[in-house]
């Protein structure tokens, strides 16, 4: 079973240093496998790291991708910051391979940035597509075609398990402009979070939290699970989906802990349809005998 989280680590907004105490209170509870980040803030003199302060005070392998770089007002000042993306992983989940690329962008701007990471646990090896799509409107055929890059990536010619697509996606599911994630024809694709939840709608904005209509439930926030529709390496089950950091808190000052998004969590679980087969972490990383003591070990990649 692998647990499988995406947030948004809420920017270095007021009460930066409570509410990222109350995000490490919140995802304790958890014990999350795999755990992707947005807006992950961070100082250039690395004082300050949102992503970094997690994945230490949660126990937790972090991997970093920054995505740009602005001044911000920060603690009564104003310093340089960097913002990106980050794929945390729990205890016995190994990340044997990370790394980011650009995506396209409108002539002139630069390109949003989207991290992968190959995670392997229990034997099984999981792509993680970490995103974020641009927020501004009329933007739905260049997210369209920011998708098509992914596609298109070499490390997609990979076979694993399962491909997860994590991120902000900036509109609902059933969204037009994630059309062209769900109707490709190599991968079967499935709302992770509805498949978990038995079909029961959430908002992911906090103003929409208590919605129960279709048109005012925005869940923008989504895991989209891929496998191989002629070739399947392991069945996927899913279960406990729920949101993160719905519940509020109040600090002494009597202001309000909580997010500008919810997170969404569920399970996971994965069966090898062939239980003999060699692990598909060695199509990607693989060493051609175990360690023992000073024998020589040989690796390719």
Request: hydrophobic share 40%; glycine share 6%; charged share 25%.
């Amino acid at each position: 079973m692998i647990k499988v989280a995406t947030m948004n680590t809420w920017n270095c907004a007021s009460d930066y240093e409570q509410q990222l105490a109350f995000q490490v209170r919140s995802l304790k509870k958890e014990k999350i496998d795999i755990l992707c980040c947005r807006e992950a803030f961070c100082t250039l003199d690395g004082k300050y790291s949102s992503a970094g302060i997690l994945a230490t005070k949660l126990g937790m392998t972090c991997s970093f991708s920054a995505a740009r770089q602005e001044r911000m007002f920060f603690q009564e000042k104003e310093i340089e910051s960097i913002f990106g993306l980050a794929i945390l992983t729990g205890a016995g989940v190994w990340m044997l391979h990370s790394g980011s690329f650009t995506l396209p962008a409108k002539t002139g701007d630069k390109g949003p940035v989207v991290q992968f990471a190959v995670i392997r646990k229990d034997g099984n090896a999981v792509l993680v597509i970490n995103l974020h799509f641009s927020h501004l409107q009329n933007k739905g055929r260049l997210r369209r075609k920011q998708l098509q890059a992914i596609f298109a990536h070499p490390i997609m010619d990979k076979q694993f398990a399962a491909i997860l697509f994590c991120g902000d996606f900036f509109e609902n599911s059933a969204g037009e402009e994630l059309a062209l994630l769900k109707k490709q024809s190599f991968y079967k694709v499935r709302d992770g979070f509805l498949a978990g939840s038995a079909g029961r709608l959430f908002s992911t904005l906090v103003q929409g939290s208590d919605a129960t209509d279709r048109q005012s439930c925005r869940r923008i926030d989504h895991i989209f699970v891929l496998e191989e529709k002629k070739q399947p390496v392991a069945k996927l089950n899913f279960a406990n989906s729920h949101l993160l950091f719905d519940q509020t808190e109040r600090t002494e000052s009597d202001s309000i802990l909580h997010p500008d998004h919810f997170g969404v969590a569920f399970e996971l679980k994965l069966s090898r349809v062939k239980k003999d087969e060699i692990s598909q972490v060695y199509r990607y990383v693989a060493c051609t005998q175990p360690w023992s003591g000073k024998k020589k070990r040989e690796c390719f990649c």
